[in-house]
């Protein structure tokens, strides 16, 4: 039978599995929306951006773990893609631009809606095609796709000329879908040394990230610590790794880390640094970072061992894999004098929540949100205060239950990844925690909210200011606050009705608490706008450079 | 003077390569001093040949250049190539 080029991807992509696509159409991706106009297995999401489409894809991805598409035209279409793969990139999210190009002969004429989608997509792909017969579709999507989840993800781009979408294919038997790939043999010595390093050790401390989601192993990293009792930090990628109330949970580290966390690391004399990748955001001042311990570092991707701190022993392969050998070499060991130590810590250096009791306040809301919302709640953030503080104060319990912008901090991300996420896991609620900020950089996506009708609330907490600049220039600038606080106000909760959305304002409540209940009880999107002040700042914070021991704030005065 | 290398690199022919192989070098502000490329036999695969300054960063390099799905092969010729002694007779 004969099949377009556009009606092949749309069948590579149903032989794939995927069920969702967001993007937008234009001249030169029409023929593949003509194609998925077909399609009874694929739904379209529209959205009112591309890069909405983009992070749309990321909520989906980092929710199930599987690679989510989106799609966008040529030119413009392509370049609104590139924040959300950038981002996708940093955090290894495993997502498929596929994006229309002009005629192959029209490539390189200053065509109309032309842009060199793959010049500019080279440097945050893990991989790009540009695609230059309609042959090569076959391979090029079961690629993208096994590229996406083998090793580290990444997010993979494919430009599709249009003359190719529209060309003709005589085809018998398809290819098969793209599958994650084999990973490389684990070297026994390796494992061996590691858990040699790990018995000896008697101040140990895990520090788990992203690539423990990833890989799936969230239960292999939290029997290797019960096993040798040793306390885990987390990074912000790593989140829900380790329940929060767990006794050997310490937290997130570095910049906006409980004070007691930066101090038992600076204590530790063995650093098993597992699917992280030391960031500085995480490290603080590299040579000043766990300066008495050895380092164990555990990654799949062999560029990341050494790139930033020297390991003393490195292992290369699927953290699942590693932590699966691991945990029968690591001695049963209670470490009694290191937990009562950094339990000390704990006592006299505690993170502290201002305002906990209260709803209307920055970290109250955020509490009490959790409250409402029970353990199985999918949290998205946009970029900034509210971040952080989520970061610090949610119960997390389970890993893919927290969705944020870590490696390039992308304003703009929460609503639409909220949005992706609720596409992803229909039955459950999730929240998006935002600034007045954040959301302005991609708020018109609250009208693919609306039109999809997805359970998204969105917590906007609002002190008219670029909060966490504001911060830097009141901490690190002699007070000199400029371009960070808004100078006239926005009615949110009008603009948020003009979009369909349900609003709840905290302003016009006595009783913020049972609002809250309602507005999270209630199906469907909805706004809680939630006004804060602009000189809360978040603490503990370690200044941009400095060693992560050289924290602002957060003393406790007890 | 800098001790120099010669990476060679075997890998998929197509016209993003050279790109990929470049800008990795590019964005992270490392000097490629001489570059050489040719086709293998039927063109399927061409070798890139990189004359490099020897810095710390090299290692990082070397991981980075195997890391790329166009990349199939990663050699590393410390003691330099001799694809290079011949192009410099044309710079003489």
């Given at each position: 039978?004969?099949?377009?080029?556009a009606?092949?991807?749309?069948?590579l992509?149903?032989r794939?599995?995927?069920?969702t696509?967001?993007?937008?159409?234009?001249?030169?991706?029409?023929?593949m929306?003509?194609?998925l106009s077909?399609?009874d297995a694929?739904k379209?999401v529209?959205?009112r951006h591309?890069?909405g489409?983009?992070?749309?894809?990321?909520g989906?991805?980092?929710?199930?773990?599987?690679?989510?598409?989106?799609?966008?035209?040529s030119?413009?279409g392509?370049?609104?893609?590139?924040?959300?793969?950038?981002?996708a990139?940093l955090?290894?999210i495993?997502?498929?631009?596929?994006?229309?190009q002009?005629?192959?002969?029209m490539i390189g004429?200053?065509?109309f809606?032309?842009?060199?989608t793959?010049?500019l997509?080279?440097?945050?792909?893990?991989h790009?095609?540009l695609?230059r017969?309609?042959e090569e579709?076959?391979?090029?999507?079961?690629?993208?796709f096994?590229i996406?989840?083998?090793?580290?993800?990444?997010p993979v781009v494919?430009?599709v000329p249009k003359?190719?979408?529209?060309?003709?294919?005589?085809i018998d038997e398809?290819?098969?879908?793209?599958?994650?790939?084999a990973?490389?043999e684990?070297?026994s010595?390796?494992?061996e040394?590691?858990a040699?390093?790990i018995?000896?050790a008697e101040k140990?401390?895990?520090?788990?990230g992203?690539?423990?989601?990833?890989?799936?192993?969230a239960?292999d990293?939290l029997?290797?610590?019960e096993?040798?009792?040793?306390p885990s930090t987390?990074t912000?990628m790593?989140l829900?790794?380790i329940?929060?109330d767990h006794p050997?949970?310490?937290g997130?580290?570095?910049?906006?880390?409980?004070r007691?966390?930066?101090?038992?690391?600076e204590e530790c004399?063995?650093?098993?640094?597992v699917g992280?990748?030391?960031?500085?955001r995480?490290?603080g001042?590299?040579?000043e970072?766990?300066?008495?311990a050895?380092?164990v570092?555990?990654?799949i991707?062999?560029?990341?061992?050494?790139?930033?701190?020297?390991s003393?022993?490195s292992?290369?392969?699927?953290?699942?894999?590693?932590?699966?050998a691991l945990l029968?070499?690591?001695e049963q060991n209670?470490?009694?004098?290191?937990l009562?130590?950094?339990?000390t810590?704990?006592?006299?250096?505690?993170?502290?929540?201002?305002?906990?009791d209260?709803?209307?306040t920055?970290?109250?809301v955020?509490?009490k949100v959790?409250e409402?919302?029970?353990?199985?709640a999918?949290v998205?953030t946009?970029?900034?205060?509210?971040?952080?503080?989520?970061?610090q104060a949610y119960?997390?319990?389970h890993?893919r239950?927290?969705?944020?912008?870590?490696?390039l901090?992308?304003?703009?991300f929460?609503?639409?990844a909220?949005i992706g996420?609720?596409?992803?896991?229909?039955d459950r609620?999730?929240?998006c925690?935002?600034?007045d900020?954040s959301?302005?950089?991609?708020i018109?996506?609250?009208?693919t909210?609306?039109e999809h009708?997805?359970?998204?609330k969105?917590i906007?907490t609002?002190?008219?200011?670029?909060?966490?600049?504001?911060?830097q220039?009141?901490?690190?600038y002699g007070?000199?606050?400029f371009?960070?606080?808004?100078?006239?106000r926005v009615d949110?909760?009008?603009?948020?009705?003009?979009f369909g959305i349900?609003t709840?304002d905290?302003?016009?409540?006595d009783d913020?608490?049972?609002m809250?209940?309602?507005?999270?009880?209630?199906?469907g999107p909805?706004?809680i706008?939630?006004?804060i002040s602009a000189?809360?700042?978040?603490?503990?914070m370690?200044p941009?450079?400095?060693?992560?021991i050289e924290m602002?704030g957060?003393?406790s005065n007890? | 003077m800098?001790k120099q290398?010669?990476?060679e690199?075997t890998?998929k022919?197509?016209p993003?390569?050279?790109?990929h192989?470049?800008g990795?070098f590019?964005?992270?502000a490392?000097?490629?001093e001489?570059i050489?490329?040719?086709p293998?036999n039927?063109?399927?695969?061409?070798?890139i040949?990189?004359l490099?300054?020897v810095?710390?960063?090299?290692?990082?390099?070397v991981?980075?250049?195997?890391k790329?799905?166009?990349?199939?092969g990663?050699?590393r010729h410390?003691g330099?190539?001799?694809?290079?002694?011949?192009?410099a007779e044309?710079?003489r």
């Open positions: 039978m004969k099949f377009s080029g009606e092949i991807i749309i069948k992509l149903e794939q599995g995927v069920k696509i967001a993007g937008i159409p234009g001249g030169a991706n029409l023929p929306y003509d194609a077909q399609s694929i379209h529209l959205t591309e890069q489409a983009g992070f749309i894809a990321q989906m991805a980092r929710v199930t773990g599987k690679p989510a598409v989106f799609f966008a035209t030119g413009p392509a370049t609104n893609t590139l924040t959300a793969i950038a981002d990139k955090d290894s495993p997502i498929i631009c596929i994006t229309g002009v005629p192959q002969s004429t200053d065509a809606q032309e842009v060199d793959y010049g997509t080279v440097p945050i792909t893990k790009n095609y695609v017969s309609v579709l076959l391979e090029v999507i079961p690629n993208a096994r996406a989840i083998s090793g580290r993800p990444g494919v430009d003359d190719v979408q529209m060309a003709m294919l005589e398809w290819p098969e879908p793209g599958k994650r790939g990973g490389s684990l070297i010595v390796e494992i040394r590691a040699t390093m018995n000896n140990p401390i895990f520090y788990f992203g690539g423990i989601t990833q890989s799936g192993s239960v990293a029997a290797a610590a096993k040798g009792s040793i987390l912000l790593g829900g790794v329940p929060n050997l949970n310490l997130m580290l570095g910049m906006h880390a409980a007691y966390t930066n101090m038992a690391l004399d063995l650093l098993i640094a992280v990748r030391f960031d500085d995480a490290t001042k590299v040579p970072f766990c300066p008495n050895k380092i570092h555990i990654d991707d062999p560029s990341e061992l050494d790139k930033i701190k020297t003393t022993a292992v290369t392969g699927d953290v699942s894999d590693i932590l699966k029968p070499m690591i209670d470490r009694s004098q290191w009562s130590r950094v339990d810590l704990k006592q006299e250096n505690p993170m502290l929540i201002p305002g906990a209260d709803p209307a920055p970290y109250g955020i509490l959790a409402l919302a029970g353990e199985d999918i998205a946009d970029v900034g205060q509210h971040q952080m503080r989520t970061a119960p997390f319990k890993p239950q927290w969705l944020t912008s870590g490696g901090g992308t304003m703009g929460g609503l639409p909220a996420a609720a596409f992803a896991a229909p609620t999730v929240i925690f935002t600034g900020g959301i302005m950089m991609n018109q996506e609250l009208a909210a609306m009708d997805v359970n998204v969105i906007l609002n002190n008219n200011a670029l909060g966490l600049v504001r911060q220039q009141d901490l690190f007070k000199r606050y371009a960070s606080d808004y100078t006239r949110f909760t009008r603009i948020a009705q003009g349900t709840y905290f302003s016009r409540t913020p608490a049972a809250l209940a309602k507005a999270i009880a209630a199906p909805a706004l706008h939630v006004p000189d809360e700042p978040v603490y503990p370690v941009p450079g400095a060693a992560n602002i957060g003393e007890d | 800098t290398t010669v990476l690199l890998v022919n197509h993003g390569v050279m790109s192989v470049c990795l590019s964005r992270r490392y000097n490629v001489g050489a490329c040719m293998v039927g063109g399927g695969t061409s070798k040949w990189l490099l300054n810095e710390k960063r090299l290692d990082q390099m991981k980075q250049a195997d790329l799905e166009d990349v199939t990663v050699e410390d330099g190539h001799e694809v290079f002694d011949k192009m044309f710079v």
